[in-house]
């Protein structure tokens, strides 16, 4: 069954960082690429990062350049999102996704196979 799972959520304070997890289940993510997005109540899913299945195209959002970082490791067949400077605007569900074929955009409606998501908190 084809599952993505999403961890390493949790609450921190403004200015520390956190790394999201993104595996599969009964998969090998090395012939994909993954997609990060998030979402808070009443606002759409937002496209934050991704990474083709090599890991040569990343792509991020303006909000996160800089602070952000996509990266994979194939031996643990894992897709990380490490988060540093955070700060309340970056509260939300955390998802990953994928689509095939895959295209490392930003649009939320372009994948088709999502996680359930890890919540991430900043607040003091």
């Known amino acids: 069954q084809w599952q993505l799972v999403e961890s390493g959520g949790g609450l921190v304070e403004p200015g520390q960082s956190l790394r999201l997890s993104c595996t599969a289940s009964?998969?090998?993510?090395?012939?994909?690429?993954i997609g990060w997005f998030r979402q808070t109540p009443g606002k759409e899913r937002e496209g934050v990062s991704c990474?083709?299945?090599?890991?040569?195209?990343?792509n991020y959002a303006d909000s996160v350049k800089g602070r952000f970082t996509i990266s994979r490791d194939k031996a643990k067949n894992t897709v990380y999102l490490e988060m540093n400077s955070l700060n309340a605007e970056d509260t939300a569900i955390y998802y990953c996704?994928?689509?095939?074929?895959?295209?490392?955009?930003?649009?939320?409606?372009?994948?088709?196979?999502w996680g359930q998501g890890t919540q991430v908190t900043v607040s003091s």
């Open positions: 009964a998969w090998n993510l090395d012939y994909y690429g």
């Open positions: 996704a994928t689509q095939t074929p895959f295209v490392c955009t930003l649009t939320a409606s372009d994948y088709n196979y």
């Open positions: 990474i083709n299945h090599s890991g040569a195209n990343t």
